[in-house]
C-alpha cells in the first residue's frame, strides 16, 4: 500500500500495472523472435537498433492507459473474469486505433507491420491468462496489515465501511476498542466484534498482532489513551488519526469529522510561486492546444445547436471566480434560451426537461463546455480546479455549508478533483460532498495531481459519463 497525492494506492494495483507493462515488452521480443524466426542475426538486428527500445516505450504507454481507461486497475469495482478478458480485448483494440494514428502522424515510431500485430495478439493472450495466475499469487503471498480502530461512533463506523470496500489494500480490519462498552466479544458494529476498552488495548495489539491504529475518538478529552497509543507506538504500531485515513481512503475532506485544528495542523495546502507559474504554463498549452484541435468540433457543435432550437449559439452566464471575483462563462447552450424564466437560478436535475436534444448530447461528453477554454487562456479559469459555481448559489451556500468559501482561494477548473469523482449534484448535501472534494484538492494541489485529473477526465468524456 501507497500514498499517492495523500491517497491509500494499492500496491495490488502498481504491482500488476508494473508486470502487465513487462509482459507487453515480452511480447514485442518475442513477436520480433517470431517474424524473424529464420533469420536470428536479423532479429538480433532489430533488437539492437536504438528506436526500438523507444518504440516499445510507447506501445507500453499506450496500452496501459488504455487499460487504466477502461477500469482494469480498478480492483474495488468487483469486476467478473469473464468482463476483464472483455475489457483486455477492447483496450488492446483501443490501443491499436491509437498506435495506428500515431504512425501514421509520426512515421518514424512505426514498427515493423508484422512484428506489430504479433505483439498486439500476444499481449491479449499473455495479459488474459496472467491476470488469473496474479489473483491466485496475491492471495497466497499478499501482505495483510491487521487494523483496529478506537472508538465506536459514527466517525468509526464510517471508517470502518471504508476499510471494508477496500480489499485491495491489504488492511483488514479486526475491530473495534471502545473507551467505555465492556467488550466480551458479542457486541457487533458493522460487523465487526468491540474488541474491549481501551486500557485493554496493549492486550489486544499484542494477542491479535495489530500493525495500525486508527483513533476515531470523536470527543479526545479525557478518553485519548495517550500511554497505551505511546508504548505501542515505539513498538512499531502506526498510529493514524480517523479523518487522514477517511480522507486517505475516500480522496476527499469529511466536514462531519473535521475541526479547524486540523487544516492547520495537517499536511498540505502549500502554495508556491514555482508551482503557480508551471499551474499557469500548463493551463496555456492546454488550452492554446486544446482550442485549435477542437475548432472543428465546435464549429459542428455550433451549427447542431442552432439547427435544434432558438437562439443564441453561445451562453454566457455569470460565475464565482478567484476570491469570489465574478466572471462570464462561455458554454454552448443546451437549454432552452427559456429555461429560467419565472423561476430564476435554479440547479440543474436528472433528465432535466429544460435541456435540448442537442444539449443532451453534449452535456454527456462535456462539449458544452468547449468555448471555456477561451476563459482559460484569458486567465479566469485553470484547466484544473473548483468548479465555478453561480453567485446566486454561492450566497445561499457559504451560510448553510461550512468553509464553503475556502474553494476560492484559487481559480476556478474547466475540470476538478470534484467533477471526476462526484456527478452533477442538485442539493446541498451534493454540494456539501463536491466541497468535500475540492478541499482535499487544495490540501493536495500540485502539477502532478493535475495531470492525473486531466487524464481521469479523458477516460470520463469518452465513456460518456459527463452530466445530466
Not at 496501459?64 to 469473464?82: I, K
Not at 488492511?171 to 458494529?189: H, I, R, T
Not at 435544434?308 to 460565475?319: A, E, T
Not at 446566486?392 to 476538478?416: A, C, N, Q
Amino acid at each position: 500500500m501507497f500514498r499517492v497525492f495523500n491517497q491509500y494506492v494499492s500496491a495490488k494495483s502498481l504491482l500488476l500495472m508494473f508486470a502487465e507493462g513487462l509482459l507487453i515488452v515480452l511480447s514485442l521480443f518475442c513477436a520480433v523472435q517470431l517474424r524473424f524466426w529464420n533469420n536470428a542475426q536479423e532479429a538480433s538486428l532489430y533488437l539492437a537498433l536504438p528506436d526500438f527500445a523507444f518504440q516499445t516505450a510507447i506501445v507500453v504507454i499506450v496500452c496501459l492507459g488504455c487499460f487504466y481507461c477502461n477500469d482494469l486497475y480498478d480492483l474495488t469495482s468487483g469486476m467478473s473474469g469473464v468482463d476483464s478478458l472483455f475489457r483486455i480485448e477492447q483496450s488492446i483494440g483501443a490501443a491499436c486505433l491509437l498506435l495506428g494514428l500515431l504512425y501514421f502522424l509520426v512515421p518514424s515510431l512505426l514498427l515493423s507491420r508484422g512484428v506489430f500485430i504479433i505483439a498486439m495478439v500476444q499481449a491479449a493472450v499473455f495479459v488474459g491468462l496472467s491476470r488469473r495466475l496474479f489473483e491466485k499469487a496475491w492471495q497466497l503471498t499478499g501482505p495483510n496489515h491487521r487494523v483496529i480502530i478506537l472508538g465506536t461512533g459514527k466517525l468509526a463506523m464510517d471508517l470502518a465501511r471504508e476499510l471494508t470496500n477496500r480489499r485491495d489494500l491489504g488492511l483488514q480490519l479486526e475491530g473495534f476498542v471502545s473507551g467505555a462498552s465492556p467488550g466480551n466479544g458479542d457486541e457487533k458494529l458493522c460487523g465487526y466484534p468491540v474488541l474491549g476498552r481501551t486500557c485493554d488495548m496493549e492486550a489486544i495489539a499484542t494477542d491479535r498482532s495489530i500493525s495500525r491504529i486508527v483513533v476515531a475518538l470523536e470527543d479526545r478529552r479525557g478518553a485519548l489513551p495517550t500511554r497505551e497509543l505511546v508504548s505501542l507506538r515505539v513498538q512499531g504500531v502506526r498510529v493514524e488519526d480517523a479523518t487522514s485515513t477517511l480522507s486517505a481512503l475516500t480522496g476527499r475532506v469529511s466536514l462531519e469529522s473535521v475541526r479547524p485544528s486540523w487544516f492547520v495542523f495537517s499536511d498540505g495546502f502549500r502554495r508556491s510561486k514555482w508551482n503557480d507559474v508551471l499551474k499557469r504554463s500548463l493551463d496555456l498549452a492546454v488550452a492554446v492546444v486544446g482550442l485549435i484541435l477542437s475548432l472543428p468540433l465546435m464549429v459542428l457543435v455550433a451549427i447542431a445547436v442552432r439547427l435544434d432550437s432558438k437562439g443564441p449559439v453561445l451562453y454566457r452566464q455569470q460565475r464565482a471566480g478567484l476570491r469570489g471575483k465574478g466572471f462570464e462563462v462561455l458554454k454552448f447552450r443546451s437549454m432552452r434560451i427559456d429555461a429560467e424564466a419565472g423561476t430564476g437560478a435554479q440547479w440543474a436535475v436528472q433528465n432535466d426537461p429544460r435541456v435540448t436534444r442537442v444539449g443532451r448530447f453534449i452535456r454527456k461528453y462535456r462539449l458544452d463546455e468547449l468555448p471555456q477554454f477561451w476563459n482559460v487562456i484569458r486567465g479566469e479559469m485553470s484547466f484544473v480546479g473548483p468548479r465555478p459555481e453561480r453567485p446566486e448559489f454561492v450566497r445561499e451556500l457559504r451560510k448553510t455549508i461550512p468553509y464553503y468559501d475556502e474553494r476560492h482561494s484559487i481559480r476556478p477548473g474547466l475540470t476538478g478533483w470534484a467533477q471526476v469523482q462526484y456527478s452533477y449534484g442538485s442539493t446541498i448535501e451534493d454540494a456539501i460532498v463536491k466541497l468535500e472534494y475540492d478541499l482535499f484538492y487544495l490540501q493536495n494541489t500540485s502539477i502532478t495531481f493535475d495531470l492525473a485529473i486531466i487524464l481521469k477526465t479523458i477516460r470520463i468524456v469518452i465513456g460518456g459519463h459527463g452530466s445530466r
